[in-house]
């Protein structure tokens, strides 16, 4: 296999990684803003003690995409960057306010009011930075990016339905992930009731979006649809997808939360691995491939290797941080 | 207001605003670590205590860091997406290496953070050593690939397209060195100074307290001997912007005219259209010494560089002299407080000077200004290149129109986020401890 495509796949990897982890942490956000009720303070503080000592770093896998694709993919950044400047730049200030207001909530008054006004904050940016981080990536699938920029496309490749479907569906994921999560971080049966109904209904409106985003991609992002729909492993993909899907629904109907969030999490990793291969080898659907944009021999080589010598520096250290805060 | 201005500035107010984060993300983990080694130990509870308190100041201040440092990362595209379609497969490694630092500072930061009850005090030591390195580590990457800009090597140019690219030589260039070593003492520096600051302000009314007492000899240690040894690493990075970057250094300097045995000027107004720099003090051949260890060596004034290649010399100029100033100023500070501490030490009564305390209230901020000063004279004393010598910051824009918008945005949330940094850090000021014993039960229930 040729060293580009093992460092997009690398790249891929932390993708996945970061929609895993960090996609989990919006996902938080969003419960954050649906907590009420009688258990509405226990229901955030659950949440806030679930995020707060990972954030930081589940935040990283999302630097690790951008100096990946800038260091072994440079064209590809440039275009991405240029042509999907203003959802980027709505994706950096729903970070900011996300990571500031969560913590500003931490270490402020800890009276009703100042802390809601946080919360609001809080949630949502953690609802508006996941729609917006869907729709660049919704926008990198359509084809509709091409490498010679016309002024009239900084707007037309993502301010469009199929985009915005997947930003909605990547929000959903989001916030199926984190209440998942959360049934098995509950300590009391009632949290996890109310994590458990949570899961349930977002698993619904994970599977409604999916099928939108799969109708408006007919004419929204016909090559990946196409991929999605006809290649040879396409029907292994929905085949192991809809069983994990099935099992995470089965899983929590029946409480055994350990097993939905490993269901839960194959069937994300599934999806995002199974667009990843409909558009392959394209970066940016229709002019930019992994080969094309790739960086010298040398450059890929040593990037190899920093991302293996890095790996087994971060994976203990990681593992050790989840076993610390996760472990029950 | 001209696209690339506005890119421009936004670029410089997201690099002002971050750069005090992480200044602070690079030295205040090292000022907790040394206050819970005094902890482990004398077992003092009031050591815990200061880490404790510490901790929770810069927890406020790595978030900001944090998501501040993200913007950078994808503003290299969105604001010069063609400097990084050329530059990204030569300078991305240290970007690279960069990540995996911000990695393990942001894994062992959650375990230092929220990790007091969670793992033995010896493990949560070696957490917040971890953090203390690999932000250090962090800092000097990203250094490293501003050095290149520069200096940049690692590659040849053949007919405007860099071929043979050697991003190991990229990063070993001849800038890397100094200007890594400049910038991480001047981190230590600037944040020991304003924490110091900070609790001589709180001695001045408390002058018994042992918590503040403690604080102040930890922060001043760390921030004296930055000061104290960023001379030699100046010297040693002037030496090699005269080296590699000779119009950048006449900048510096307001030195128009070419000359054997030139002057260094304190201070003076330069006059770009006259070719002159009005009302300074020279002080004669100092300026070829410091630049090429000899009194009679030639430095080339700007009006032998075309009118092209020069940058904004006035704002260079005295953005120059404050940077030098603050730190000589630093400097002469901590020399005065490691006297006061070897002849004070036995009685404890180095701290016993109202214009010590003074002193030092004032010095708080004088690192920041060198910081911010500092990066004014490297970045806008590389203009008008972004790549010295190869990409004009012209040709690296991005072709969106209409800049201004994200340049206003980005400036309104940064003063928002500053003003809550601000108050919230003077909440945890306000909080802490008055009493000179303070309730060791308070110390162990904290954080």
């Known amino acids: ?328 | 207001m001209e696209d690339l201005l506005a890119a421009r500035s936004q670029m410089a107010m997201s690099l002002a605003f971050h750069i005090i984060f992480a200044a602070i993300g690079i030295a205040m983990p090292l000022l907790m670590i040394i206050a819970e080694w005094k902890w482990l130990r004398s077992k003092d509870e009031i050591y815990l205590t200061l880490a404790q308190r510490w901790a929770k100041g810069a927890a406020i201040l790595f978030a900001v860091g944090a998501v501040s440092g993200t913007v950078l990362s994808f503003e290299l595209g969105l604001l010069w997406p063609r400097f990084m379609g050329y530059a990204g497969s030569i300078i991305g490694m240290p970007f690279s290496l960069e990540g995996f630092a911000f990695f393990t500072e942001a894994i062992f930061l959650g375990i230092y953070l929220y990790g007091w009850k969670r793992v033995p005090p010896r493990a949560h030591l070696f957490a917040g050593a971890m953090v203390a390195i690999s932000g250090a580590a962090s800092g000097i990457f990203v250094v490293i690939a501003n050095a290149w800009m520069n200096a940049p090597t690692g590659f040849r140019l053949v007919e405007g397209t860099p071929v043979d690219i050697d991003p190991i030589a990229a990063m070993l260039n001849p800038a890397a060195f100094s200007q890594t070593f400049h910038m991480t003492l001047a981190a230590y520096a600037a944040t020991g100074f304003a924490v110091a600051g900070i609790h001589a302000f709180m001695l001045r009314r408390d002058a018994n307290n042992r918590f503040h007492r403690a604080a102040l000899a930890i922060a001043l240690l760390v921030g004296g001997v930055g000061a104290i040894l960023q001379p030699l690493s100046g010297d040693s990075l002037a030496k090699s912007v005269a080296r590699t970057q000779p119009v950048k250094l006449a900048a510096f300097e307001g030195h128009f005219e070419t000359e054997r045995g030139a002057a260094f000027r304190i201070g003076g107004i330069p006059d770009e259209a006259a070719g002159v720099t009005h009302y300074s003090i020279e002080i004669p051949y100092l300026l070829s010494i410091l630049a090429y260890g000899d009194p009679n060596a030639v430095v080339k004034g700007l009006n032998d560089f075309p009118a092209a290649n020069r940058p904004p010399v006035a704002v260079v100029h005295i953005a120059f002299q404050l940077m030098v100033g603050c730190g000589v100023a630093m400097m002469l500070v901590s020399l005065w407080g490691a006297w006061r501490y070897i002849r004070g030490r036995r009685n404890q009564t180095w701290l016993e000077s109202k214009w010590f305390l003074r002193l030092l209230i004032v010095a708080a901020p004088l690192g920041f200004i060198a910081i911010e000063t500092g990066w004014v004279v490297t970045e806008v004393g590389r203009q008008p290149w972004i790549i010295n010598g190869v990409m004009r910051t012209s040709e690296a824009v991005t072709p969106m129109p209409g800049l201004i918008v994200p340049f206003l945005t980005f400036t309104i949330l940064y003063i928002f986020l500053a003003a809550i940094t601000v108050w919230l850090l003077l909440r945890q000021v306000a909080a802490s401890p008055r009493d000179p014993e303070p309730n060791p039960r308070e110390a162990r229930v904290a954080a």
């Not at chain 1, 895993?20 to 956000?29: F, M, Q, R, S």
């Not at chain 1, 930019?288 to 021999?297: C, D, E, K, M």
């Open chain 1, 1 to 328: 296999m040729p060293l580009e495509t093992i460092i997009a796949g690398a790249m891929v990897g932390s993708l996945v990684l970061y929609a895993l982890l960090g996609g989990a942490d919006y996902g938080g956000g969003v419960w954050d803003l649906f907590a009420f009720g009688p258990r509405g303070r226990a229901q955030r503080t659950l949440i806030a003690e679930a995020i707060s000592p990972v954030w930081e770093a589940n935040h990283v896998w999302l630097i690790l995409v951008v100096v990946i694709l800038f260091t072994a993919f440079p064209p590809a950044f440039a275009t991405i960057a240029t042509a999907l400047h203003i959802p980027i730049t709505l994706v950096l200030i729903g970070i900011i306010l996300r990571g500031t207001a969560f913590t500003f909530r931490t270490y402020d008054v800890q009276r009703d009011n100042v802390q809601r006004r946080w919360s609001l904050v809080f949630s949502i940016a953690s609802i508006i930075t996941p729609i917006l981080l869907g729709t660049t990536l919704g926008a990198i699938a359509s084809g509709t990016i091409r490498s010679e920029n016309v002024p009239s496309s900084f707007f037309r490749s993502w301010l469009a339905p199929f985009p915005f479907a997947v930003g909605f569906f990547a929000l959903a994921l989001f916030a199926f992930l984190a209440a998942v999560y959360l049934t098995v971080e509950a300590r009391e049966r009632e949290l996890q009731e109310d994590f458990r109904r949570r899961a349930l209904l977002a698993g619904v409106v994970v599977g409604l979006l999916a099928l939108t985003v799969f109708i408006l991609a007919k004419t929204g992002a016909p090559t990946v649809r196409a991929g999605i729909s006809r290649s040879w492993w396409a029907l292994g993909l929905h085949l192991f997808t809809a069983i994990f899907a099935i099992g995470a629904f089965v899983t929590l109907w029946t409480r055994r939360y350990w097993l939905a969030r490993v269901c839960a999490a194959a069937q994300v990793t599934l999806i995002l691995l199974g667009w990843a291969f409909a558009q392959f080898p394209h970066l940016v659907e229709p002019d930019i491939t992994i080969s094309s944009a790739a960086a010298p021999q040398v450059t890929l080589e040593l990037l190899l290797g920093a991302l293996a010598a890095g790996a087994i520096l971060l994976f203990p250290s990681y593992y050790y941080l989840f076993r610390i805060f996760k472990a029950e």
